[in-house]
């Protein structure tokens, strides 16, 4: 076997995997020389601006339902199985690795020893082993990069492996279709085939992190972004893809800590990533000039389609997907946190995506109501980020990314309870989804105004500012903001028919209350007396 690139003295496929024999074998290859060898191979194309478009194929979103947790001795007391958890018995996965190992035999392979977590206490060693030079590109731009020095002794925690063409046979291995994402707590491997969606990558980490950190370190593992301020105050933002987490966490006055995953210690919030994997459909310069400026040389953009005759990235064209992305280091954007790590969080945000067009742009939660939102989820899935989303969707999603916890929803909730506990951490619900009417009659809130609140909410501007509790979802809403139109602040004044509005904030109730009875037992009476009371 060949090998090429920088190796540690750990650097050996064979006896720490199993592999069978590869043709080559590429380790740590700088991004210009991943770039070269997809070009080469002509798995993708260089835009005007200097990154690498590539389509990923089949998939262009995540396949939830092709994620697979392997249960053993270590996860089958403690993983919240079901639609979202679904089990792989050891034997399959035993099956499907050494099918993998074998299948690389006389193919090229390209490996990258990264790592996870930013703080030094819980960091992570990766190697991920790719089968595309441009996986391997996600796996440089996403994950933190270990310096020359570190390489040399580096030692993996975790492997992940991602073949996109090697296909699964349901029938022998335990998947539900070809494509899979198996996660293996006691063996510490990722396995991915069957889709070249990069995606899977991150979110396998992020899922094992989500067990590990909680079950065992008692730190919140989180589905958030997060920046930070001036004067060292830190905030985070919870939210589905598409709700705004990065676009809201660029924010030019403020540091960016991470865009996506972060942990949350007793003393500080630290970013899991070294990158950022933001949405692209419709990026301008003017809406979201951090993000369109850190695509350039080194940046990944996915399943984009470049204006006729040239390769100008058309970044309204949803063609392939309205979920088209892309992937850039995180020093790619000027102004971040160095190192990737802030102070326990000031404010909170909940960002929801309501389709209901009902909840409050922005609104104050008690502790109690802050543990059932989190724990709720709510908001809308955007088109593309899943597969068979092609509009708006209501969905809970507990934590603000259900797909991606190992655990019951209320250990998550109780860490929360516990860190907000005798403080003074604000949190706050931000509906940055429709408002004067439901999605198809409604508009979609301005970006112009959401983060207006949000700066509000950061500065103290709305400390002095009265507050009204509105009925039904019992939310404390500020009766005037800066920058923003006070008849915006509360939802029912901005619908021409008030009786309409009324009753679908009672279907949207019924909803939330229906949704949480699968987490009544066990769950505090405190966080159960936060759910909307019915008006009828």
């Known amino acids: 076997m060949a090998n090429v690139g920088i190796l540690g003295k750990h650097a050996d ?6 592999m069978k024999e590869p043709k080559q074998t590429f380790w740590n290859l700088a991004p210009d020389e991943l770039v070269r060898a997809t070009l080469e191979r002509q798995q993708g194309r260089l835009a005007s601006n200097g990154a690498l478009a590539i389509e990923t194929g089949t998939f262009t979103g995540r ?11 270590i996860t089958q007391d403690h993983v919240w199985w079901g639609d979202i958890n679904l089990a792989m018995s050891p034997a399959h996965f035993d099956g499907l690795y050494r099918k993998m190992m074998a299948y690389v035999e006389g193919k090229e392979l390209f490996v990258r020893d990264a790592y996870a977590c930013a703080s030094a206490a819980y960091r992570m060693n990766l190697r991920v082993v790719t089968e595309y030079p441009w996986s391997n590109l996600f796996a440089h731009n996403m994950f933190l990069r270990p310096d020359a020095s570190e390489l040399v002794d580096f030692l993996p925690e975790w492997h992940i492996i991602c073949l996109p063409s090697f296909l699964a046979n349901p029938e022998e291995d335990g998947t539900r279709q070809s494509n899979f994402a198996v996660i293996n707590f006691s063996e510490k491997k990722i396995l991915i085939g069957g889709t070249g969606y990069t995606g899977e990558i991150k979110k396998g980490i992020f899922s094992a ?40 966490s660029s924010d030019p006055n403020r540091k960016l800590i991470g865009d996506d995953e972060h942990g949350w210690s007793q003393n500080e919030v630290f970013n899991f990533e070294g990158g950022c994997y933001a949405k692209t459909i419709d990026l301008s310069e003017e809406k979201e000039p951090q993000i369109f400026q850190a695509i350039k040389p080194g940046a990944l953009l996915e399943n984009i389609f470049f204006s006729e005759g040239s390769n100008h990235v058309n970044y309204a064209d949803g063609s392939i997907t309205e979920n088209t992305r892309v ?11 160095r190192p990737s790590v802030g102070t326990a969080p000031k404010n909170i945000f909940f ?41 708006p969707t209501t969905t809970f999603s507990a934590g603000f990314g259900a797909a991606f916890l190992p655990l019951h929803p209320a250990k998550y909730a109780q860490l929360l309870g516990e860190k907000l506990e005798g403080t003074e951490i604000r949190v706050w619900l931000i509906n ?11 508009s979609r809130m301005k970006l112009s105004y959401t983060r207006a609140m949000i700066t509000a909410a950061l500065e103290g501007a709305l400390d002095e500012v009265p507050f009204e509790t509105l009925p039904v979802f019992n939310l404390s809403v500020p009766m005037s903001c800066p920058g923003v139109p ?13 009786s309409e509005y009324d009753a679908t904030a009672e279907r949207l109730a019924e909803k939330f209350i229906v949704n949480f009875k699968k ?16 008006v009828s």
């Open 63 to 73: 396949s939830p339902k092709d994620r697979f947790i392997v249960k053993d001795q």
């Open 351 to 391: 960002l929801t995506a309501d389709a209901f067009g009902v909840l409050p742009p922005i609104s104050l939660l008690t502790k109690a109501q802050a543990m059932y939102h989190f724990m709720s989820g709510y908001t809308a899935k955007v088109a593309g980020t899943e597969v068979g989303i092609t509009e």
């Open 327 to 337: 992937s850039y280091p995180i020093f790619h954007i000027e102004n971040i946190a």
């Open 519 to 534: 987490f009544e037992a066990g769950t505090a009476q405190e966080i159960l007396a936060a759910a909307p009371a019915l």
């Open 486 to 498: 006070s008849t915006l602040l509360n939802p029912r004044n901005t619908w021409e028919n008030k």
């Open 209 to 248: 992190l989500n067990f590990i950190l909680p079950h065992h370190r008692q730190v919140l593992s989180m589905h958030c972004s997060a920046n930070i301020g001036h004067t060292g105050d830190t905030a985070v933002f919870f939210g589905l893809s598409g709700t705004g987490k990065t676009t809201l």
């Open 432 to 442: 940055t989804g429709w408002t004067g009417g439901s999605y198809g009659t409604g």
């Open 13 to 18: 496929l064979g006896d720490s995997l199993g």
